[in-house]
């Protein structure tokens, strides 16, 4: 893998770039790392690295209202775009191709039996139309046009449904934190005897996730129940 790459940002037409070490640089793009000190190369700010040319004090005070490199280089790290290597994209690619099944397949469901299709179905479709993913966008700001491009596939609806759930007192606290995690509650009540009972409102695609945590955690004892 190579030891340095570039983090290019543009202000006004005007072009700035940084050198920097590609997993200290990605990991710190993810908000893993915070020490600027550890993914530069070195604290010089280029306007073209390759020539080796530098931007005038003018230039760097317009676009970054300060001359001292540490600070712009933060902010180039901060708005600009990191020039990821191979293995980098490659491994981007992959985890955020996950994460869209995950989605997917938690959050929608075949229409005709109402239940999620599996990940690896999903998956399947992605392949068979060819979707491309965008390592660097979220899952929800590309999950939606996946989805149009997988309905030529896969019949794909978003659902939800309404549980009615009753929890036995020795295991309430735990289970509500795992319902407000999962869902929307649409009421709460807790009973004399320290029981709760609850209304939840989940994706269609999520509730064998929610009955199988809800099992592990109240050791099969939670009523679960569809209202709606």
Do not use: C
């Not at 202000?11 to 915070?34: H, R, S, T």
């Not at 902010?75 to 191979?86: C, R, V, Y």
């Not at 929608?108 to 239940?115: N, Q, R, S």
């Not at 995690?181 to 029981?195: D, I």
């Amino acid at each position: 893998m190579a030891d340095v790459t570039l983090v290019r940002y543009s202000f006004e037409g005007e072009k700035f770039e940084i050198m920097v070490k590609p997993d200290p640089a990605l990991e710190y793009k993810l908000g893993k790392k915070k020490d600027i000190s550890a993914v530069l190369v070195s604290d010089e700010i280029y306007t073209d690295s390759g020539k080796g040319t530098r931007p005038s004090a003018e230039k760097l005070l317009k676009a970054f209202k300060t001359e001292d490199p540490t600070e712009i280089a933060e902010i180039i790290m901060q708005k600009g775009d990191l020039n990821l290597t191979t293995e980098q994209r490659r491994k981007m690619m992959e985890d955020k191709k996950k994460q869209i099944v995950s989605y997917i397949a938690k959050t929608y469901v075949d229409p005709k039996t109402h239940l999620p299709h599996p990940p690896l179905r999903v998956e399947q479709a992605m392949k068979d139309a060819r979707v491309s993913v965008d390592p660097q966008k979220s899952v929800d700001e590309q999950v939606k046009d996946i989805v149009e491009q997988l309905r030529s596939i896969i019949a794909l609806k978003t659902e939800s449904l309404q549980l009615e759930i009753i929890i036995p007192a020795q295991f309430a606290s735990q289970s509500y934190a795992v319902l407000k995690s999962v869902g929307s509650l649409k009421s709460e009540q807790w009973q004399n005897n320290g029981s709760l009972k609850a209304i939840l409102e989940i994706p269609a695609a999520a509730r064998p996730n929610v009955i199988d945590r809800l099992g592990s955690i109240t050791k099969g004892s939670a009523s679960v129940e569809v209202v709606k």
